[in-house]
C-alpha cells in the first residue's frame, strides 16, 4: 500500500508536463521554423521572402548557414571567406569550416579547399584532408611531412585519411624504420598490440626481429627478466617499454629486471625517470610492491607531487602518522598549501600531542572555503567562512550574441546556446564576463552563471557560483522522500550543474545525471510510468533522483557520506570499501576513485554553502555520520 506522501507523488508525476508541450512563439521566431522547414526543399521564393522579413533577426545568420551547407558544392572560396568573415567569433565560423574542407576534400576540389585556409586546421580528419590538397597542388613536400605526423600515433586514424597515407607510401620510400618503430611504441604503450602486428610490414629486415620481441614482451611482460640481447638504441627503448608494463603486473619483478639491465644498456635519464616512476606509482597499489625502503627513496628523489601524495592518502588510511609528517615536506610548496593537507599535517600533529601547532593550522585552515576548511573549522568550533566577494558588476555589453542566446533558448536550442555562450565569454574580459553572468542569472539559465564564474575563475562569487535554483522542485520533492532540500539542490549542482538537459559521456542525464536504468528501476519501485525523454524534464528528474537518493540514505543508515559515494560510484562498491572501521574524514580521503573522493567533498561542502546561504544550522558531518565509522581520533 502506498503512503498519503506516496500517493501523491506518484499523481504528481502522472500530471507532469513533458517534452514537447506547446510553446508560444514570437512571430519572428515561427518566421524563422518556417524559413527552415523551407530550406529543406531548396531556398526558393517563399524561402527568400521569409529570409527578406527575418533581415533583422538575431538568427539570421543560423540561416545563411543552413542555405551555405546546401550549396556547398557550387560555393566559392570568396564567398565561403565573406561568411566566414561575417561569423567570426561565433560557433558557426569553425562549424561552417569544417563542413567547407570536408565537402570539398571529398569532392577533390583542393584549390577550393586551400582558398579558405591559411594554416592547417585543428581536427586531425581535416587535417589529412588539408594535406592531401596540398599533395594534389604540388606542395608534396609539406603534404607528406603532414602525412607521418598524423600516420605516427597510437590508433587507427580516421578512414579519411586513408587516401593520404596510401598516396604517401605508394609515391615515397615509405615510413622509415625510426618512424615505423616510434609509432610500434606508441602502439605498446596504448596496448593496441595488433596495430603493432600491422606495423610489421613496414619494417625493414634489421628492425623486423625487434619488433616480433615487442609483441612477445607486450604478451609476456615478465620476459624482460630473462633479456640477453646486446645493447643498442632500440633494444634500450624496447626494455624501457617492457619494463614499464611489467611494472603494471609485478612492480617488484619489474625493479629486479631494471636493476639487471640499468648498467648494460644505454638508456638515457629520461627513460630511466619514465621506468622508476612507473614502478613507484604501482608499487603504491600492488601487493608485490618494491621494498618500502625504496619507494621512499624514491618518492623523495623524483619529487612527483601526483605519486607523493598517492603514498600520502594510503597513510591518511592506515593513520600513520609519523610517516605521513616525514613525506609532507617532500610535496612541492603549492602542492603542500592544498587544503587537504593542510588538514592532515594539523590532524597529524594533534595525534602526535603537539596540540598548539595543530590548533594554530586548524584555525587558518577554518577561514576557508572548502570541505577540509570546513572540518578545520569544526575542530576549532569556529563558524564557517563563506568568503563572499562579490565584483563590482558593470553593464552587460550590448552584443548579438546575447541576443542570439535568448532566442536559441526559446527554441529549445540549448546545445548551440552553449556554444554561444563560451564564445562570448571568450570575448570578454572578467567584469563584462561576471555582467553577463548575471544577466543568465536573471534568465534563469543557471549553469550559464556558474559557467562564466568558473571561466574567469571568480571562485569568492558565491551567489553566482552556487544559485539558489528550481527551488519549489527539490522542496516539494524533499518534502516528499523525507530528504532535506538542500541536500538535493548540492547535488544536482555538482552532478549538472543546474542544466536540465545535461548528459554525460557515460549517459547519464537531467538535473541529477540519473542512468537510465536507475531510472527505470525507481520508477518501477514508485509505481509510476517511465520514458527516457522524461529524464530531461527537472520535476521528473528530480523526483526520481531523490527517491533512489532516500533510498541509499535508508541502506546505509541515514550516513550522507556513504550515500553520496553510492550515488557516485555505486551502492555495492560502498559496501566493500565500509569493511575498515576508519573515523570519517579518513574514509573519505582515502576512498580509491579520485572521482568519488572528490564528490563526496563537494556535496557535502556544498550543502554547507546552501545552509549558510539560506541563514540555516549548518553541520558538514554529524556526530552520527562520524560514528557510524569510527571514532572521530585514530590514536
Known amino acids: 500500500m502506498y503512503s498519503y506522501c506516496q500517493l501523491f507523488v506518484v499523481l504528481l508525476l502522472i500530471l507532469l508536463p513533458v517534452s514537447g508541450a506547446t510553446v508560444e512563439r514570437t512571430v519572428q521566431q515561427q518566421q524563422f521554423l518556417a524559413a527552415e522547414r523551407e530550406l529543406t526543399s531548396g531556398a526558393g521564393p517563399r524561402y527568400r521572402r521569409l529570409r527578406r522579413d527575418l533581415a533583422d533577426y ?79 597542388v604540388g606542395n608534396k613536400a609539406l603534404g607528406w611531412q603532414g602525412a607521418a605526423r598524423l600516420w605516427n600515433v597510437d590508433h587507427s586514424q580516421d578512414k579519411a585519411c586513408d587516401p593520404l597515407f596510401q598516396r604517401w607510401l605508394r609515391e615515397t620510400d615509405g615510413p622509415s624504420d625510426d618512424l615505423v618503430w616510434s609509432r610500434a611504441l606508441k602502439a605498446f604503450d596504448a596496448r593496441q598490440p595488433q596495430l603493432i602486428r600491422y606495423l610489421t610490414r613496414f619494417a625493414s629486415p634489421s628492425l623486423a626481429p625487434k619488433m616480433d620481441e615487442l609483441v612477445i614482451i607486450y604478451r609476456r611482460p615478465d620476459s624482460v627478466l630473462r633479456d640477453t640481447h646486446v645493447a643498442d638504441r632500440w633494444h634500450a627503448e624496447l626494455m624501457t617499454a617492457g619494463i614499464r608494463r611489467l611494472a603494471r603486473v609485478n612492480p617488484e619483478q619489474a625493479r629486479q629486471a631494471l636493476r639487471n639491465v640499468q648498467s648494460a644498456h644505454p638508456f638515457t635519464d629520461s627513460e630511466i625517470e619514465t621506468m622508476e616512476r612507473s614502478i613507484l606509482r604501482h608499487s603504491l597499489f600492488a601487493q608485490a610492491s618494491a621494498p618500502e625502503p625504496w619507494i621512499l627513496d624514491h618518492l623523495e628523489r623524483l619529487a612527483d607531487d601526483e605519486l607523493t601524495e598517492i603514498f600520502l592518502r594510503n597513510q591518511v588510511r592506515e593513520g600513520n602518522w609519523p610517516a605521513l609528517l616525514t613525506v609532507l615536506p617532500w610535496l612541492s610548496p ?36 572548502s570541505y577540509h576548511g570546513f572540518l578545520a573549522a569544526d575542530k576549532v568550533q569556529q563558524d564557517y567562512q563563506l568568503n563572499e566577494q562579490p565584483a563590482v ?41 561576471l555582467a553577463a553572468a548575471q544577466w543568465a542569472m536573471q534568465q534563469g539559465w543557471f549553469n550559464l552563471a556558474i559557467d562564466a564564474a568558473n571561466y574567469f575563475e571568480a571562485w569568492n562569487e558565491v551567489a553566482l557560483r552556487f544559485p539558489v535554483a528550481f527551488t519549489a ?18 547535488i544536482a549542482r555538482r552532478e549538472s550543474a543546474f542544466y536540465p538537459q545535461a548528459e554525460s559521456r557515460a549517459g547519464a542525464l537531467g538535473l541529477m545525471q540519473l542512468m537510465p536504468s536507475t531510472a527505470r528501476q525507481v520508477a518501477k519501485k514508485m509505481g509510476v510510468s517511465y520514458r527516457r525523454g522524461q529524464l530531461l524534464e527537472p520535476h521528473y528528474n528530480v523526483i526520481l533522483g531523490s527517491h533512489y537518493y532516500q533510498s541509499l540514505l535508508t541502506r546505509f543508515d541515514g550516513h550522507r557520506p556513504k550515500a553520496l559515494a553510492g550515488y557516485n560510484a555505486g551502492p555495492h562498491r560502498v559496501v566493500r570499501w565500509s569493511k575498515s ?37 549548518a553541520m558538514l558531518l554529524t556526530d552520527k555520520e562520524w560514528s557510524l565509522l569510527g571514532p572521530k581520533e585514530n590514536v
Not at 564567398?79 to 570536408?102: D, H, M, Q, S
Not at 601547532?357 to 586548524?362: M, R
Not at 550590448?398 to 541576443?403: E, L, N, P, V
Open 58 to 136: 538575431p538568427l539570421g545568420m543560423y540561416l545563411d548557414y543552413q542555405e551555405l551547407i546546401a550549396r556547398l558544392h557550387y560555393l566559392q572560396p570568396e564567398e565561403a571567406n565573406a561568411f566566414i568573415r561575417r561569423v567570426a567569433g561565433t560557433p558557426l565560423k569553425n562549424r561552417f569550416l569544417a563542413a567547407y574542407i570536408e565537402h570539398k576534400g571529398q569532392d577533390k576540389r583542393w584549390a577550393a579547399l586551400l582558398g579558405v585556409l591559411d594554416s592547417p586546421p585543428n581536427d586531425p580528419r581535416l587535417q589529412c584532408f588539408y594535406y592531401r590538397a596540398q599533395a594534389s
Open 334 to 369: 603549492v602542492a603542500r598549501e592544498k587544503d587537504q593537507w593542510r588538514y592532515w599535517r594539523a590532524r597529524a600533529l594533534e595525534w602526535q600531542g603537539r596540540d598548539q601547532e595543530a590548533q594554530l593550522g586548524y584555525q587558518q585552515l577554518a577561514l576557508e572555503r
Open 393 to 433: 558588476i558593470s553593464r552587460l555589453p550590448d552584443d548579438d550574441a546575447a541576443q542570439r542566446l535568448v532566442e536559441l533558448r526559446a527554441l529549445g536550442r540549448n546545445a548551440e546556446s552553449k556554444s554561444e555562450w563560451r564564445a562570448l565569454l571568450g570575448r570578454l574580459d572578467t567584469q563584462r564576463g
Open 473 to 490: 522542485i527539490f522542496e516539494q520533492a524533499g518534502a516528499n522522500g523525507n530528504v532535506d532540500a538542500l541536500d538535493l539542490m548540492a
Open 581 to 617: 572501521k576508519l573515523p570519517v574524514d579518513q574514509w573519505i580521503d582515502s576512498l580509491p576513485f579520485k572521482e568519488t573522493r572528490e564528490y563526496v567533498q563537494a556535496v557535502l561542502a556544498y550543502a554547507v554553502i546552501y545552509r549558510k546561504r539560506a541563514g540555516q544550522p
